[in-house]
């Protein structure tokens, strides 16, 4: 087989994007879990050693990131549970694009009050607000 | 077949089949979807928890983990989303490293990597969580 094929295996579409993105938001999130696992074990140092890791995620730029991590995990999750219905669910196949539309649709319902939440300090902070 | 994953690798041209048969792959594969289902409520939960519940990440520091894991739930919880988190995504990185590294010998050190370091941290968190001292320092 050649190792560059011409064209592409796959013909495009929600299928292969929602596929795609299931991938990069995978590798993502199990990175982020390696470094996660590691800056929790340090509660095994010091309190201090582990305080001070965590105020990291406290910082505006690493609580946007943290955004970023939710959002990858909850399309992950919910694009999941859209393909088990597409594996398990009889009528899954036939329902697999108008899942994926509630999937993006719960995605923003959820991310738009999250974001709201998660971002809440680091916006008071930076631009100020009465206390 | 689904539209949106592949159960097997037979669909892949030039895929390597082995010779002698194993339901390794039907395992994994089923695997991923009912260790999918129960981290979608690890998971979220604990992002909810972690990160939107409370003031978030705010008001997470040491006194904070000492609290939670002073409750065996959370201890539990937290074991079992660890291990399951851990596999589900080593098996999800196996087979994007069985997709993508075309080489047998890329693929087989690339894999080697994998397994090593997910073993170590999954071995390095059951540690923290059954050792955790809130005494400490």
Redesign the interface.
Known sequence: ?A?TPVGTLYAGGQ?MW??VA??IT??A??FF??VH??D??L??V???A??LV?AT??TPIV?LL?VG??GA??YH?L??????A???WAK??RY?KQMLWTVVGVWVIVMVP?TY??M??TVEALFGSTP | M????R?LDLAL??ARRSKQRSNFELYSWIFM?VS??V??FL??GH?FIM??LD????R????F?AGRWASPFWQIWDLAM?WL??LH??N??RT?INDYA?RDQTRFWLKMLLYV?SAF?IL??T??IF???PN??
């Open positions: 087989m190792a299928g929602s596929w299931q991938r995978g590798i999130v199990f879990l390696y696992v590691l929790t074990a509660v095994r010091s309190p201090e582990y305080d965590i995620y406290k609580n943290e991590l939710v995990v909850l999750a694009n999941g549970l859209r393909v088990i597409v594996d398990f899954g196949p697999q999250g939440y998660m809440k300090h | 689904s539209v949106s994953d159960p041209p030039g979807r999918g289902i981290l979608v998971v979220l992002l990160n939107i003031g978030g990440v705010q997470i520091n040491f006194a983990v660890l988190a851990m995504g080593t999800g990185l994007i075309e370091s941290i390095l968190g540690l923290v050792t955790f001292d400490l320092g």
